[in-house]
């Protein structure tokens, strides 16, 4: 090492050495740029941190509020599902009722058409009745005139003398007629 050399490295030596007091104070550079740090970062404190502050508060209290929403949308949902539920169950209840209601008016109609089917039958089988029993009456009633008639025209004929007096024609044609009657019960055959 040359002695400039070694002159140089005592003397840097003795200029960064700090002695006494000065050991505990730094320099001014450092405390000028520490100054600048604590500044930068007041700042940050006093400036951008409530700001930033604000905007999380703000997000979280978004999020509280969507969540409060969708709970309440959850429940007026599971509010309304029930109702829905309830209506559907009340629907089919009544569907039953209104179909048994049918199947009994059904039963009632089906009852009363055929007892009014039996009843108009029953009328048209006696009204039936009747008009061949009038029919029969009067086509009896025509025959006894004809038959009458054909037998006083017979009997005046054999008997020689006039059967026109209604008394004793009336006589005659009963008699007739009886006599008829009685052989067509012993002609008859037995059991009709």
Do not use: C
């Amino acid at each position: 090492m040359s002695a400039l050399d070694a002159a140089g490295v005592t003397l840097a030596a003795t200029e960064g050495e700090v002695e006494g007091i000065n050991l505990f104070i730094p320099a001014a550079y450092d405390i000028i740029w520490s100054a600048v740090v604590l500044a930068v970062i007041a700042l940050m404190f006093k400036m951008i941190l409530p700001k930033f502050t604000a905007i999380l508060d703000e997000r979280t209290a978004k999020i509280e509020g969507g969540l409060h929403k969708a709970e309440a949308a959850q429940a007026e949902a599971d509010a309304v599902l029930a109702e829905y539920k309830a209506q559907l169950t009340e629907a089919r209840t009544e569907a039953a009722r209104i179909r048994e209601e049918a199947r009994t008016e059904a039963g009632q109609i089906v009852a009363e058409a055929r007892t009014k089917a039996s009843e108009e039958s029953a009328r048209i089988l006696e009204t039936a009745q009747r008009q061949i029993e009038a029919e029969r009456q009067q086509a009896a009633t025509s025959l006894k005139n004809d038959v009458g008639t054909l037998a006083t025209q017979l009997a005046s004929k054999i008997v020689g003398e006039s059967l026109e007096d209604a008394a004793r024609q009336s006589r005659v044609v009963d008699r007739f007629l009886d006599e008829l009657e009685a052989s067509s019960m012993t002609t008859a055959p037995k059991g009709k």
